[in-house]
Nanobody, 124 residues
């Protein structure tokens, strides 16, 4: 239904930077919102950043813990969302998931779809 290509994760030292990207493809009729969530071991999945596409285009939300350090951006033409992560901290270590909220041609229904995740590890 929806295919995701997530990239950019890896191992980085505290204070370093990484840039995640997520490209969505498939029989997508309309995208409302794309974003990044993360899940650390033993913790619940949480919002990192999201950006609205379409009617509310450009509306952005960030978790308080990443404000001022992370920046989300989008390429609407290619259904791609980016997450620039600066000043990374060990507590940013998690599996980062791309999330798409939209309508597929085959379903005609507004649903949420998840990527497979990319690991970010911040450690010296």
């Amino acid at each position: 239904q929806v295919q995701f290509v997530e990239s950019g994760g890896g191992l980085v030292q505290p204070g370093g930077s990484l840039r995640l990207s997520c490209a969505a493809s498939g029989s997508i009729f309309s995208i409302y919102n794309m974003g990044w969530y993360r899940q650390a071991p033993g913790k619940q999945r949480e919002l990192v950043a999201s950006i609205s596409i379409g009617r509310n285009s450009g509306n952005i939300d960030y978790a308080d813990s990443v404000k001022g350090r992370f920046t989300i951006s989008r390429d609407n033409a290619n259904n791609t969302v980016y997450l620039q992560m600066n000043s990374l901290k060990p507590e940013d270590t998690a599996l980062y998931y791309c999330r798409l909220r939209g309508i597929l041609e085959v379903t005609g229904r507004l649903d949420v779809y998840w990527g497979q995740g990319t690991q970010v590890t911040v450690s010296s």
